[in-house]
């Protein structure tokens, strides 16, 4: 089953990634946008149905995939 | 506007940091998952509407955000 699986930097961690592309971006003249920088991961689980592929998802985005003590993870189940 | 724009490898590029995400996860017992990994961008962009928003977070994406020539973006306007 098709998962996503996104990965974002916690409120009030710090970003310096986004920061560096948000003065990037203002050097060539666009607004300030405080950009934040995350991950994406495609990946296919073999589970039966949607529950249990979201489930297995949420254990290697929490094991594998993010840093919980400063990232926080969404799972998202296609189709 | 809110905007996410994803970056992910085009398909047939090759994604060294999926395959070994693959790796280290198969080394923890699970089966093979094909996890491709791309990049995630949280910001805001000043616009008066969704199109516009669309237009400018497609610009940033092919300037500044991604690599064209190995990676695609899609650009996803928050409400």
């Known amino acids: 089953m098709k998962v996503t699986v996104l990965v ?15 003065r990037s971006l ?3 003249g666009y607004a300030r946008t405080g950009v934040r ?4 991961f495609d990946l296919d689980v073999s589970a039966p149905d949607a529950a249990a592929a979201r489930q297995v998802a949420g254990e290697l985005a929490e094991r594998v995939l993010s840093n919980p003590l400063i990232e ?3 799972v998202v189940v296609h189709g």
């Open 37 to 40: 920088q995350g991950k994406v």
């Open 8 to 22: 974002r930097p916690k409120e009030g961690v710090l970003d310096p990634q986004g920061e560096a592309i948000d």
């Open 72 to 74: 926080q993870y969404e």
């Open 26 to 28: 203002q050097g060539l």
